[in-house]
C-alpha cells in the first residue's frame, strides 16, 4: 500500500482534496440533492458510514439513493438502470460504493456503463501517506489520472475464427486532448510541479504514439509545469521503488486502471465528467466475503465523499471530515481488520464522529 504525511494547513496532501473543476454549485446553505449508489457487497454498510458522518458534521446534501437492478435494463445493456443515470445527470454530483460485475455473465459491466453513459472522461485517484500509519513507503503524494472512456475499454471484440479473439484498442485525438487538458489543469490548479505521461509508444506507435502526441501538444501551453514520459514498465518499476518521484501521473484507460490500483491504498477517487458531472467512488471492490458482517473499512469512500464536498465549494464540512478521519487513523484506537486493528465499522464510523 503506498499511503504521505499529512500537514494541516498549506499541505500537500490537503491538496490532493483540492477542488477537480470549476464547481457549478454555491456555497449557500441551501440542501443540494445528491445521487447515492450504495453498491453491492460491503457497499451499503460504508455508505451508512457516509450518511452518519455527514449528518454529524451537518453536511447540506440530500441523498438520493439509487440501487443496483435485477434485470438488464435494455436502454443501458447492464443492471444499472436508465432512472438511476438520469439521476447523476440531473443533480451532477454522486457519490458510488464498490459494484462488482460478474465475469463472462454477457451484460455490460457497471463501471463502464457509469462512464459511457455519463462521459465521465477523467478518472482522479489521489495516493497519499497517512499520519500514523507505518507503511513500505513514506512521503509518497501522487496523483493518477486515467482516461476513461477508451482504449482497450471500449468493449469492441469479436471472435475472427474458433480459438481467436480479437480486441480493438481505440485511442482518438479528441479523448486524449481532453484528459490531457485535464491533467495539466489540475496540476497547475493544485500546486503540482509535473506531469508525467505513461505510455508504451514504442510499441504501439500509432494509438500510443497519438496520445503523446496531444499531451505533448497540451504540455507547450504550460510551459510552468514540467512535462515527461515513462514507459508503462518502467514506470511500474519506479513506483514499486520509489513512489515519491512521481507528482501527477495522466495515461490511457488499461494502463490507469493497473497504475492507479498499484498505486491505491486507502484513498477513493473521483470521475469528472461532461457538463460539470462530479461521480465520487470507493475504488477497492465489494468484498463479499465480508459483506454484512460490519468489519468493513469505510475510509476510502468517506475520502472520496471529501473530494465531493471539495467540488461542491462546501470546503469547511470537507476540511472537518478530513481531518477527523485522519486523526481517527492517526490515533490507532479504532482501526479495522485491513489496518490491523479489530474494530467494526460501527466502531470506526462513532469514533470519526466523536473527533468531528
Given at each position: 500500500?503506498?499511503?504521505?504525511?499529512?500537514?494541516?494547513?498549506?499541505?500537500?496532501?490537503?491538496?490532493?482534496?483540492?477542488?477537480?473543476?470549476?464547481?457549478?454549485?454555491?456555497?449557500?446553505?441551501?440542501p443540494?440533492?445528491?445521487?447515492?449508489?450504495?453498491?453491492?457487497?460491503?457497499?451499503?454498510?460504508?455508505?451508512?458510514?457516509?450518511?452518519?458522518?455527514?449528518?454529524?458534521a451537518?453536511?447540506?446534501?440530500?441523498w438520493?439513493?439509487?440501487?443496483?437492478?435485477?434485470?438488464?435494463?435494455?436502454?443501458?445493456?447492464?443492471?444499472?438502470?436508465?432512472?438511476?443515470?438520469e439521476?447523476?445527470?440531473?443533480?451532477?454530483?454522486?457519490?458510488k460504493?464498490?459494484?462488482?460485475?460478474?465475469i463472462?455473465?454477457?451484460h455490460?459491466?457497471?463501471n463502464?456503463?457509469?462512464?459511457?453513459?455519463?462521459g465521465?472522461?477523467?478518472?482522479?485517484?489521489?495516493?497519499?501517506?497517512?499520519?500514523?500509519?507505518?507503511?513500505?513507503y513514506?512521503?509518497?503524494?501522487?496523483?493518477?489520472?486515467?482516461?476513461?472512456?477508451?482504449?482497450e475499454?471500449?468493449?469492441?471484440?469479436?471472435?475472427?475464427?474458433?480459438g481467436?479473439?480479437?480486441?480493438?484498442?481505440?485511442?482518438?485525438?479528441q479523448?486524449?486532448?481532453?484528459?490531457?487538458?485535464?491533467a495539466?489543469?489540475?496540476?497547475?490548479?493544485?500546486g503540482r510541479?509535473?506531469?508525467?505521461?505513461?505510455?508504451?509508444?514504442?510499441?504501439?506507435?500509432?494509438?500510443?504514439?497519438?496520445?503523446?502526441?496531444?499531451?505533448?501538444?497540451?504540455?507547450?501551453?504550460?510551459?510552468?509545469i514540467?512535462?515527461?514520459?515513462?514507459?508503462?514498465?518502467?514506470?511500474c518499476?519506479?513506483?514499486?521503488?520509489n513512489?515519491?518521484?512521481?507528482?501527477?501521473?495522466?495515461m490511457?484507460?488499461?494502463?490507469?486502471d493497473?497504475?492507479?490500483?498499484?498505486?491505491?491504498?486507502?484513498?477513493?477517487?473521483?470521475?469528472?465528467?461532461?457538463?460539470g458531472?462530479?461521480?465520487?467512488?470507493?475504488?477497492?471492490?465489494?468484498?463479499?466475503?465480508?459483506a454484512g458482517?460490519?468489519?468493513?473499512?469505510?475510509t476510502a469512500?468517506l475520502?472520496?465523499?471529501?473530494?465531493?464536498?471539495?467540488?461542491?465549494?462546501l470546503?469547511?464540512?470537507a476540511d472537518?471530515?478530513?481531518?477527523?478521519?485522519?486523526k481517527?487513523?492517526?490515533?490507532?484506537?479504532?482501526?479495522?481488520?485491513?489496518?490491523?486493528?479489530?474494530?467494526?465499522?460501527?466502531?470506526?464510523?462513532?469514533?470519526?464522529?466523536?473527533?468531528?
Amino acid at each position: 500500500m503506498a499511503l504521505v504525511r499529512f500537514l494541516r494547513g498549506n499541505s500537500a496532501a490537503s491538496r490532493a482534496f483540492a477542488p477537480l473543476t470549476q464547481s457549478l454549485f454555491s456555497t449557500s446553505a441551501t440542501p443540494i440533492t445528491a445521487t447515492l449508489f450504495p453498491g453491492d457487497g460491503i457497499g451499503p454498510e460504508i455508505a451508512e458510514s457516509v450518511k452518519q458522518i455527514f449528518n454529524a458534521a451537518e453536511v447540506p446534501i440530500e441523498w438520493e439513493d439509487h440501487y443496483i437492478g435485477t434485470e438488464v435494463d435494455p436502454k443501458t445493456q447492464s443492471f444499472l438502470t436508465s432512472e438511476s443515470l438520469e439521476s447523476v445527470r440531473r443533480n451532477k454530483v454522486g457519490l458510488k460504493g464498490p459494484m462488482a460485475t460478474p465475469i463472462g455473465k454477457g451484460h455490460r459491466s457497471l463501471n463502464l456503463t457509469l462512464r459511457k453513459e455519463l462521459g465521465l472522461f477523467a478518472n482522479v485517484r489521489p495516493c497519499i501517506s497517512l499520519p500514523g500509519y507505518k507503511t513500505r513507503y513514506d512521503d509518497v503524494n501522487l496523483v493518477t489520472i486515467r482516461e476513461n472512456t477508451e482504449g482497450e475499454y471500449s468493449g469492441l471484440e469479436h471472435q475472427v475464427v474458433r480459438g481467436v479473439v480479437e480486441s480493438l484498442k481505440i485511442i482518438t485525438r479528441q479523448a486524449s486532448l481532453r484528459v490531457a487538458e485535464y491533467a495539466f489543469h489540475y496540476a497547475k490548479a493544485n500546486g503540482r510541479q509535473r506531469v508525467s505521461a505513461i505510455h508504451k509508444a514504442n510499441i504501439m506507435r500509432k494509438t500510443d504514439g497519438l496520445f503523446l502526441k496531444c499531451c505533448r501538444e497540451v504540455a507547450e501551453k504550460y510551459p510552468e509545469i514540467e512535462y515527461e514520459e515513462v514507459i508503462i514498465d518502467n514506470c511500474c518499476m519506479m513506483l514499486v521503488k520509489n513512489p515519491a518521484l512521481f507528482d501527477v501521473l495522466v495515461m490511457p484507460n488499461l494502463y490507469g486502471d493497473i497504475i492507479s490500483d498499484l498505486c491505491a491504498g486507502l484513498i477513493g477517487g473521483c470521475n469528472i465528467g461532461e457538463d460539470g458531472i462530479c461521480l465520487a467512488e470507493a475504488v477497492h471492490g465489494s468484498a463479499p466475503d465480508i459483506a454484512g458482517k460490519n468489519l468493513a473499512n469505510p475510509t476510502a469512500v468517506l475520502l472520496s465523499g471529501v473530494m465531493m464536498l471539495r467540488h461542491l465549494n462546501l470546503t469547511s464540512q470537507a476540511d472537518q471530515i478530513h481531518s477527523a478521519i485522519l486523526k481517527t487513523i492517526s490515533e490507532g484506537k479504532y482501526r479495522t481488520g485491513d489496518l490491523g486493528g479489530t474494530s467494526t465499522t460501527s466502531d470506526f464510523t462513532k469514533a470519526v464522529c466523536d473527533n468531528l
